[in-house]
């Protein structure tokens, strides 16, 4: 079966966790821009600080990416999917799936709500530059290790405790094959960030001081 096939088969067979963890990570996204609007003002006044150093260092053409800027990106992606892949080999990680994916959708929210609350429609360019490229294939890798692990620690549960036995093996190498596709992906979206994504950001932050004129 082509990995085309494979994945139209799994969303088909899995269609509503794939809603349940959509919901999740929508949530999550809507939570972490409320938050923006929960801080105190020396706290947006220091991340405004923060934000203005770094659009300041982007429009000066300092150096963001290249090889430590991957190692970066790429082991924190790598961590975050094989930590889910980890919870979902027990029936106890099934619950802090669901707390991943929603700690996923607040931190974006939550950094497109402090580019957006810092520097308005600006903020919002910006953010289509500097954070939803990468994030179109994020947010799919998340969805699909996250539904393959639940998936696989429900049918965990169904052959220990509802005397459903099966072969354990078939199921365990189809969501580890799957755990291992969405760890390239997020190798060529740690290549984007660490090379591709800063030269867009310089790119639209001279656009920005213009407007800002």
């Keep these: 079966m082509s990995w085309n096939n494979r994945m139209r088969s799994d969303l088909k067979e899995h269609l509503s966790l794939y809603v349940f963890v959509s919901v999740l990570l929508v949530m999550g996204v809507v939570f972490g821009a409320l938050m923006v609007n929960a801080l105190s003002t020396d706290q ?65 929210g939550f950094s497109v709500g402090v580019l957006v609350g810092e520097m308005s429609w600006k903020g919002m360019l910006f953010a289509l530059v500097s954070v939803a490229p990468q994030n179109l294939i994020i947010i799919p890798v998340i969805m699909i290790s996250s539904v393959s692990a639940i998936a696989f620690s429900l049918y965990l549960i169904k052959n220990r405790f509802l005397q459903k036995k099966g072969a354990l093996s078939p199921p365990f190498i189809r969501f580890s094959s799957i755990t291992l596709t969405m760890i390239a992906l997020m190798f060529g979206v740690s290549l984007f960030e660490a090379y591709l994504s800063p030269v867009l950001m310089q790119w639209v932050t001279p656009m920005l001081s213009a407007l800002a004129e």
């Design 44 to 108: 947006k006044q220091e991340l405004g600080r923060h934000l203005s150093s770094f659009v300041q260092m982007v429009d000066q053409g300092t150096d963001l990416g290249g090889k430590a800027s991957f190692k970066l990106a790429f082991f924190m992606h790598l961590k975050w999917v094989l930590l889910i892949w980890l919870l979902g080999l027990s029936i106890v990680g099934l619950p802090f799936i669901f707390l991943l994916d929603f700690l996923k959708g607040v931190l974006v």
